[in-house]
């Protein structure tokens, strides 16, 4: 029902930053929670950010908070990712996930549309 593209990654400088897009595209009006994750290399997938579909909530995992700031349009259907002050171990491919069971929350239980991912590589 979803569709979502990611973009914006890219390789850049510690402390600098990246905004990341997340294009979404439905057959028909569904309201969708949006959670970004990341994986890097022999790690595990981890929650970075969630909004809901008004906006109104997000939530973020707490190493995070204050880099990153997750932001959505819904007249354009993009989910943005603001990540600033960028350290070499964020280096990863991020993904972005919507969540159309639980709309109003930020932080869902059910991604089940999932994008291909952008890869952001930190340099030191």
């Known amino acids: 029902q979803v569709q979502l593209v990611e973009s914006g990654g890219g390789l850049v400088q510690a402390g600098g930053s990246l905004r990341l897009s997340c294009a979404a595209s439905?057959?028909?009006?569904?309201?969708?929670?949006v959670g970004w994750f990341r994986q890097a290399p022999g790690k595990e997938r981890e929650f970075v950010a969630g909004?809901?579909?008004?906006?109104?909530?997000?939530d973020y995992t707490d190493s995070l908070k204050g880099r990153f700031t997750i932001s959505r349009d819904n007249a354009k259907a993009t989910v943005y990712l603001q990540m600033n002050s960028l350290k070499p171990e964020d280096t990863a491919n991020y993904y972005c996930?919507?969540?159309?069971?639980?709309?109003?929350?930020?932080?869902?239980?059910?991604?089940?549309?999932w994008g291909q991912g952008t890869q952001v590589i930190v340099s030191s």
């Open positions: 439905t057959r028909t009006f569904v309201p969708y929670a």
């Open positions: 996930a919507a969540d159309t069971r639980m709309p109003g929350q930020p932080r869902g239980a059910f991604y089940d549309y």
């Open positions: 909004i809901s579909w008004s906006g109104g909530k997000s």
